[in-house]
């Protein structure tokens, strides 16, 4: 399965982005996936993850109560809504999908290509 990340942009603080991940060659429904982000200097990080029916989430707490993660499996597209978003939320993003139930980049066999999410003070 192929991903591709998008909707990521310039923002100012405080405001919003929805990006999204889109699955091709594959049914991204079979996959649990995460999104993470890496910015400039430092390492790639958790931010959130999704099981493959869209029950069960998770959060680091660096985006908890900020940020959803959701799922439209018919669409095949998982999505990250990010709502006040601040200039310490400056990365790439990345989506990722798997098998295993992980924060862990290296459990994700499958990686997008990445989007660029900039926010101004």
């Known amino acids: 399965v192929q991903l591709q990340a998008s909707g990521g942009g310039l923002v100012q603080a405080g405001g919003s982005l929805r990006l999204s991940c889109a699955a091709s060659?594959?049914?991204?429904?079979?996959?649990?996936v995460g999104w993470f982000r890496q910015a400039p200097g430092k390492e790639r990080e958790f931010v959130s993850r999704?099981?493959?029916?869209?029950?069960?989430?998770s959060y680091s707490e660096s985006v908890k109560g900020r940020f959803t993660i959701s799922r439209d499996n018919a669409k095949n597209t998982v999505y990250l809504q990010m709502n006040n978003l601040q200039p310490q939320d400056t990365a790439v993003y990345y989506c990722?999908?798997?098998?295993?139930?992980?924060?862990?980049?290296?459990?994700?066999?499958?990686w997008g290509q990445g989007t660029l999410v900039t926010v101004s003070s």
């Open positions: 999704i099981t493959q029916n869209g029950r069960l989430t």
């Open positions: 060659g594959g049914t991204l429904g079979t996959y649990r």
């Open positions: 990722a999908g798997g098998t295993d139930w992980t924060t862990v980049s290296s459990g994700y066999p499958y």
